[in-house]
């Protein structure tokens, strides 16, 4: 494992991120959509540093397999009600950002008076589709990275910091936890 963005990085980027958001709604009452299962730590994190009325949901979606892209599954059984509310998607990253994208138009049925998105990671030259986030914390190269909320087979998601797996670490044998 080799460490991209330490733990105090990682905060100093989220703290900065919340400021943007704070700038940009003022004191305009949100709604934080929080996507499953990446975003659960970028999200607790955000909120906390929020100061502003904020109502929190999720939505789940899968897609990976590994590290290979597989079909993407949204589960949009969303638990409040975001009709004319301004929304905001957090992810924990934006790859080829499909991910975003059909958030987003699924979202748009809702009815919301707007939907923005912030991520915590953008993989630079990855993006196949017409939009970027609103609101992203860091730029990173193109490497399979997991902690903070990222993960490998749904290990690795309670690391503090940002890291890129190494062949090692990617090997069948070391698969974890089993
Ligand atoms: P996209 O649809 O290609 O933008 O991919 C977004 C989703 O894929 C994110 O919500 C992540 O869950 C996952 N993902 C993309 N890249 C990585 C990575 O490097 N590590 C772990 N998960 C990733
Ligand atoms: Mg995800």
Request: glycine content about 6%.
């Amino acid at each position: 494992m080799r460490v991209l963005i330490d733990e105090a990085t990682v905060h100093e980027g989220v703290a900065s991120m919340a400021n943007e958001i704070r700038e940009t709604y003022v004191d305009t009452p949100l709604t934080i959509i929080g996507v499953l299962t990446g975003s659960v730590v970028v999200l607790a994190d955000l909120i906390r540093k929020l100061d502003m009325p904020l109502r929190v949901g999720v939505l789940q979606t899968s897609s990976y397999d590994g590290t290979q892209r597989g079909k993407l599954k949204i589960n949009v059984d969303l638990m409040l009600d975001i009709r004319n509310r301004h929304v905001l998607i957090v992810d924990d990253i934006f790859d080829t950002g499909h991910t975003m994208h059909e958030v987003i138009e699924l979202l748009g049925e809702f009815e919301p008076a707007s939907v923005r998105s912030a991520v915590l990671l953008v993989k630079t030259g990855k993006k196949e589709v017409a939009m970027d986030p609103d609101f992203a914390a860091f730029d990173i190269p193109d490497e399979f990275v997991v902690g903070y909320g990222l993960d490998y087979n749904d290990a690795y998601r309670h690391l503090p910091f940002v890291g890129v797996l190494e062949p090692d670490d990617l090997a069948e044998d070391r698969k974890w936890p089993d």
